[in-house]
């Protein structure tokens, strides 16, 4: 499975963007998918992921409440809805796919997310 991110951009804090993953391949569907972000100087971290069939979620404490992972397995996209953004929310925003487990070993190229205050 090869990913594309998009949706990244500027928004002013208080907003909302919708980021986008969308995958090739027939076999999307056998994957965790994953939201990580990496701000300017810190490293990669995790902000969400879904199982392959959308039934579970899970969050980093900072995305709780703010953000919703979801996937639609018929157009092999995962998306993160972020709601009421702040500036600490600034980063590139990599989705990743994890065929076992939670090892992540097919990532996208990333989506800039800034967040003006």
């Known amino acids: 499975v090869q990913l594309q991110a998009s949706g990244g951009g500027l928004v002013q804090a208080g907003g909302s963007l919708r980021l986008s993953c969308a995958a090739s391949?027939?076999?999307?569907?056998?994957?965790?998918m994953g939201w990580f972000r990496q701000a300017p100087g810190k490293e990669r971290e995790f902000v969400a992921n879904i199982d392959w069939s959308g039934s579970t979620t899970y969050y980093a404490d900072s995305a709780k409440g703010r953000f919703t992972i979801s996937r639609d397995n018929a157009k092999n996209t995962v998306y993160l809805q972020m709601n009421s953004l702040k500036p600490e929310d600034t980063a590139v925003y990599y989705c990743?796919?994890?065929?076992?487990?939670?090892?992540?070993?097919?990532w996208g190229q990333g989506t800039q997310v800034t967040v003006s205050s």
């Open positions: 391949g027939r076999t999307f569907s056998n994957y965790r």
């Open positions: 990743a796919a994890a065929k076992y487990g939670s090892v992540y070993d097919v």
